[in-house]
């Protein structure tokens, strides 16, 4: 608002101390070589495992909208390890994650886990806790020495798209109505204790009218 009357005319001018406010990024390239030195040191560390990690079963994205791509889970399922024949202790040792909340809700994931989970043993390289008293399931001496730490990821996830071309609908499908069929699948799963009560109390009458009988 404008100054009014016969007063002295404002020489305002808003410093606003912008040195303050500057972020300076000189340690850039020093950052950069800490974290590369850093991934060195944890590869170093955990020689001979793979520098990734652990392995990661294939999950489908939530929602709607994203659940056609794929991506890492957080562990494989106990179905999933005793499909493919691993313990699930034996698991954690040879660089497995596990979930035990994880359920699985289709065949499809459970065989495309089952099939990650058997490759990975296929190329897996397991060293012997002593080397003068390897167990069972140990590799041999010779592979061993030809083993070599892997640096990228494990089994990389590849997306897979359906190559769905445009057809005609039959007259067939024309008479199927997914609405209904959506329906009376949610009415079924709805009442199916309902339904059942009833006939044990049904069967529970008829036999008591079959012993009046008698």
Known sequence: MAP???????????HKDWQRYVRTWFNQAGKKKRRRTKRLEKAAAIAPRPVAGLLRPVVHCQTIRYNARVRAGRGFTLDELKAA????????SIGIAVDHRRKNRSQESLQANVLRLKEYKSRLILFPRKASAPKKGDNTQAEIDVATQLTGPILPIKQVWSDTKARVITDEEKKQSAFQTLRMNRANAKLVGVREKRAKEAAEDDGLGAKKKK
């Not at 009014?4 to 808003?14: E, G, I, L, P, W």
């Not at 024949?85 to 954690?92: F, H, T």
Request: charged share 20%.
């Open 85 to 92: 024949g691993i313990n699930r202790k034996q698991a954690l």
């Open 4 to 14: 009014k009357h016969n007063n002295m005319v404002f020489d305002s001018h808003f």
